[in-house]
């Protein structure tokens, strides 16, 4: 087979990030090289990677991106222009990497057996075996040696992904093993020393569950791959084992878009709405929204937080197993078990709870006062959307998913005196204001959510976009929500940008809980006056939960007008330059119940209908099923996005457009016919 050649992408570091190199496959020594351009491919490659028992894996990023994993360790990621390129360079890799790694297992029969034992990997001498009993299981329990001439290690086929029969042996042996050591530590007297709730003892359980896990994962993926070659042949590579298994309502030419039949697959008794990957049939389109159809919500659920999570530790020390620090966690699948019952969007437009607030920001006497009401209305906002600081995550939207709602909020004495602008009907003064709300998931690499809320009544709308960046911190994970909104005020002609605080969960292995922290600026150019609030994280030691202090002042003279300071899910105090204070009690703020459409009046992507099954499942504390909902869903989502990509045909969104580094609703308020007198 020829060897191919051509440019391609090479990631090299976070400062030099990608640079163009000129890579060579050479089929015939196994040897992927690359040189820094063509000119210089007479001399020494810069680098190079043998293939033998490599594993070439396409990115779900993009679709122009894949990476080669060396059975060094080594890894190149590389992106080529296309997606078309990409393909041709995945086959002949993998094409050449089958050939030399089966090469290589035909040449190098596996050693011969050795003995393993735990009990003799410590001398019974060492400090570290006098330090306490609970610390040397081996010995504790009693495990044997495998003995050299056992079944186990009789086979002298190559541990290859042709030949997995040692691998399972191996794992069955070490399943024994586990199970012998957890009904060993279960069984142990409760006296001095020795319980089973020593908390040593339970490290060990944890991270023994989480090893067979990870090892049962690694056979899984070297099964998938065998299945894979054994379809293919060299002449006609497949790639299959790299993507998720896709039920057969998702695969190519499938016409049903119904639901999955019953008794048909995992999701007996519950059927996922699910489109065809090819048809994309909803990127685009304009939603039929009817507001008369919307109802209060009666959504009443209560956010239970997770207390303890010590029967999930073994799932939370898996996962991080696979972790390092600073690591982003965005194509990180977290667990089932920490999900709220609702979607980001939703929780987005729980942050206007308090829409009373929200419309009585314009009626401010003086650029000042409406800053100070702003600064209000965005403190208290953070209380219910968060549900206080349960440590629950929502769903992350999938690509396309839209959330709409409204809040009515009745009209204050004063206000209804005198009819807003563009109301020429004296009854319909006595209305309540309605505010409207929507937010679409515009991007899912990286994941950016666009919201949108405004009240026709008051001349008053804000626009935000939020791209979430997740990051883990050891014993922490951070979320940083990267973005910014403006709120206009058509009446004044005002404009309050303003950025949003970091989330943080933190103590992950034992009762988790949420804090805000960060630094947070909002500006109103025309008036000249700014806001700056510190969402402060809790000191190791000492210092109190939740605090937040900040300032409001005029730019130009400097002067301080306002200081807030107290806690954002609890008693907030505003200090004024006059010396007059006065007290807010967060909790004890009226809610309002946001008026939503019934779910079989909703569009197939809205979030509550996309949704429906997995927090269905939640409500009965049904995980298994949660989890099975919610990873039909997203193989839907790579379903879509791979077809995109082999098409070529790019996202639309729906409500928001693309301007400059943000997202703008598309019919803004701002943007609206002047109202009719």
Request: aromatic share 8%; proline share 6%.
């Amino acid at each position: 087979m020829e060897n191919i050649d051509g440019y391609l992408m090479k990631y090299t570091n976070l400062v030099t990030g990608w640079q163009y190199r000129f890579f060579v496959l050479n089929n015939e020594t196994g040897v992927l090289e690359y040189f820094v351009n063509e000119q210089s491919r007479p001399q020494k490659p810069r680098g190079m990677l043998p293939l033998a028992g490599a594993v070439i894996s396409p990115s779900d990023e993009d679709s122009h991106t894949f990476t080669v994993n060396a059975i060094s360790g080594e890894q190149y990621k590389l992106r080529a222009t296309d997606a078309k390129e990409r393909q041709h360079w995945v086959s002949r890799l993998q094409i050449c990497t089958q050939h030399h790694t089966e090469a290589m297992g035909k040449s190098n029969p596996p050693p011969k057996s050795r003995s393993y034992s735990m009990a003799s990997q410590g001398s019974g001498s060492s400090p570290m075996s006098l330090r306490r009993p609970s610390q040397n299981p081996a010995a504790l329990f009693g495990w044997s040696q495998v003995n050299k001439g056992s079944s186990l290690y009789s086979s002298k086929r190559s541990l290859l992904p042709d030949h997995l029969m040692d691998a399972r042996e191996m794992m069955t042996q070490a399943q024994g093993q586990h199970r012998d050591l957890i009904q060993s530590i279960e069984g142990l007297p409760p006296a001095p020393g020795f319980s089973p709730l020593d908390q040593d003892l339970l490290m060990l359980k944890a991270t023994s569950m989480a090893t067979m896990n990870c090892l049962n994962e690694c056979l899984h993926i070297l099964h998938l791959q065998q299945v894979a070659r054994q379809r293919g042949s060299l002449g006609a590579p497949t790639i299959e084992w790299l993507e998720p298994k896709l039920p057969d309502i998702l695969k190519n030419g499938s016409s049903s878009l119904g639901s999955f039949a019953p008794g048909g697959g995992p999701l007996e008794g519950g059927g996922v709405e699910l489109s065809s990957p090819e048809s994309c049939s909803f990127s685009g389109e304009q939603e039929d929204i009817d507001a008369e159809d919307e109802a209060e919500d009666s959504f009443t659920d209560k956010e239970e937080d997770l207390g303890a999570v010590e029967e999930e530790r073994s799932i939370i020390l898996h996962l991080l197993s696979q972790l390092k620090l600073g690591m982003d966690l965005t194509r990180v699948v977290l667990p089932t078990f920490i999900l709220e019952k609702r979607s980001l969007l939703e929780m987005y437009a729980d942050f206007m709870s308090h829409p009373d607030l929200f419309v009585t920001i314009t009626d401010g006497s003086s650029p000042e006062d409406r800053m100070v009401r702003f600064v209000e209305y965005y403190l208290t906002s953070f209380h219910e959307g968060r549900k206080g600081a349960i440590a629950k995550k929502p769903y992350n939207p999938i690509i396309g998913e839209t959330f709409h709602c409204s809040w009515k909020v009745p009209r204050r004495p004063e206000a209804s005196k005198e009819p807003s602008q563009g109301t020429s009907d004296p009854a319909a003064s006595q209305e309540p204001y309605q505010v409207r709300f929507v937010a679409e998931q515009v991007s899912h690499h990286p994941p950016v959510s666009g919201f949108y809320a405004e009240c026709q009544e008051r001349r008053m709308c804000v626009n935000t976009h939020v791209w979430t960046k997740s990051k883990f911190m050891g014993m922490s994970i951070g979320v940083s929500m990267m973005g910014e909104g403006c709120l206009y005020l058509m009446e004044h002609d005002e404009e309050y940008t303003f950025t949003l605080p970091c989330a943080y969960a933190r103590s992950i292995l034992t009762v988790p809980w949420v804090e805000l922290g960060g630094k947070v600026n909002i500006n109103c150019a025309k008036s000249g006056y700014s806001a700056v609030i510190t969402f402060q994280t809790k000191p190791f030691y000492g210092g109190k939960l939740h605090k937040v202090t900040g300032e409001v002042k005029h730019n130009g003279t400097n002067a301080v007008v306002c200081r807030v300071q107290g806690e954002w899910n609890g008693a907030l105090e505003f200090s004024y330059a006059n010396g007059e204070t006065r007290t807010v009690d967060v909790p004890k703020l009226p809610v309002s119940k946001k008026s939503v459409r019934p779910i079989e009046k909703q569009g197939p992507t809205e979030s509550r209908r996309l949704w429906q099954h997995v927090t269905e499942a939640l409500r009965q504390k049904d995980t298994e099923k949660a989890t099975e909902h919610k990873r039909m869903l997203e193989e839907r989502q790579r379903a879509e996005e791979r077809h995109r990509a082999e098409t070529e045909t790019a996202w639309r969104t729906r409500h928001f457009d693309r301007e400059g580094e943000g997202w703008v609703y598309h019919k803004p308020l701002w943007k609206a016919s002047a109202p009719k007198s």
